[in-house]
């Protein structure tokens, strides 16, 4: 069930944003979404506790951020109106409402809608898409460093 959702993920991840997603993974029962921008978004479902999950786009080696969404049951979250559900902003104790849908589909496309966004202001593009056609060598050799890094880190 939860391999299934995962290949389900990897095919949109590779069709619907081959411009931002470099390289995707399954390391330990999770799935890695390497970004052109050399961070990642991590996804994990669980396989004891039906309906668990988080979506983690992991930053601190870039620029010291990260972003969450997740349902792990924090007591000192039960005041939220999305309790479970919670998002961390920028960094673990920076904790606010989640509002990403409760199917793994439609969650994925909010959230890596939010990360091209993300990317296109920090290099300033107005469509990665056209960008990366104009640069192909340029995307071809992120691609590949990123690959060495993960190499390298396995």
């Keep these: 069930m939860i391999e299934e959702i995962y290949n389900e993920l990897s095919k949109i991840a590779k069709e619907e944003y081959a411009d931002i997603i470099v390289l995707i993974e399954n390391p330990h029962g999770k799935l890695r979404l390497h970004i052109i921008d050399e961070s990642y978004l991590d996804i994990w479902f669980s396989r004891k506790i039906p309906g668990r999950y988080a979506y983690h786009w992991e930053r601190r080696h ?22 479970p559900k919670h998002f961390h902003n920028g960094k673990d104790e920076n904790v606010k409402e989640s509002h990403i849908s409760n199917n793994p589909k439609t969650a994925l496309r909010q959230i890596l ?28 050799k992120l691609r590949e460093k990123e690959k060495k890094r993960i190499e390298i880190q396995s």
Excluded: A, D, S, W
């Design 62 to 83: 870039i620029n010291g951020t990260i972003y969450r969404h997740n349902n792990r049951p924090h007591q000192e979250l039960k005041h939220m109106k999305t309790y």
């Design 113 to 140: 809608e939010t990360i091209r966004q993300k990317i296109r202001k920090q290099f300033k593009i107005k469509n990665l898409r056209e960008n990366i056609e104009v640069n192909e060598n340029e995307v071809i």
